[in-house]
């Protein structure tokens, strides 16, 4: 056998695999319907944004804000809290370490004369640093420092609920840090 002879003998298997694998592409895109699904019985997905019960039963008395029981009362605390009839502000402090705060949700209920829950509104700090006072208004972030982090917020009394508003109830529902 020459060496051009076991070059073509070599070159056979070589050809074979490669026609072989030519073949195994495919441009379908896969079948939803054959996607593995799971089940969690008695588990519902989330929906919308995240709410605190407390509010629901809490009766401030007039003129007052009153912090209810949030999932994250542990890593904060709000202080600096005041109510005008047409807004309610304070100030978040991060407790549990001096990390960057990458997303924080302040929400704010608010109750007529009697206590009763009217309406909530939201203050909401984002990963990019902007603020959204639940109105689409967005200003700059501060400039993170060493100190414990602290987040001052100022949420609006919404349209629908102005004038009647008497007191306000907070709580932080979404705290997210490094």
């Known amino acids: 056998m020459t060496a051009r ?3 073509h003998f070599l070159a056979i298997p070589a050809v074979i695999c490669c026609l072989a694998l030519a ?14 699904a799971s089940s969690l019985p008695g588990l519902a997905a989330p929906s919308g944004d995240p709410t ?3 509010m629901a039963t809490a009766s401030p008395p007039p003129g ?4 209810v029981h949030g999932p994250f009362d542990d890593r904060l605390t709000l202080d600096r809290l005041a109510f005008d009839g047409h807004q ?3 100030r978040v402090t991060i407790t549990s370490d001096v990390s960057e705060l990458l997303e924080l949700q302040v929400l ?7 206590g009763r829950l009217l309406g909530t509104a939201r203050f909401t700090h ?3 640093g902007a603020h959204d006072h639940g109105a689409g208004q967005e200003t700059p972030a501060a400039p993170a420092s060493s100190v ?3 987040e001052e917020f100022t949420i609006a009394v919404p349209e629908g609920l102005r004038g009647r508003a008497r007191s306000a109830t907070v709580a932080v529902p979404v705290l997210v840090n490094e």
């Open 5 to 7: 002879t076991i070059r």
């Open 23 to 36: 073949g195994c592409g495919t441009t379908d895109a896969p079948d939803p319907a054959q996607a593995i």
């Open 52 to 54: 605190v019960p407390a």
């Open 64 to 67: 007052h804000v009153v912090q």
């Open 88 to 90: 309610v502000s304070g």
């Open 108 to 114: 704010a209920g608010f109750h007529d004369a009697d």
């Open 126 to 128: 984002h990963l990019d």
């Open 148 to 150: 414990q982090p602290t």
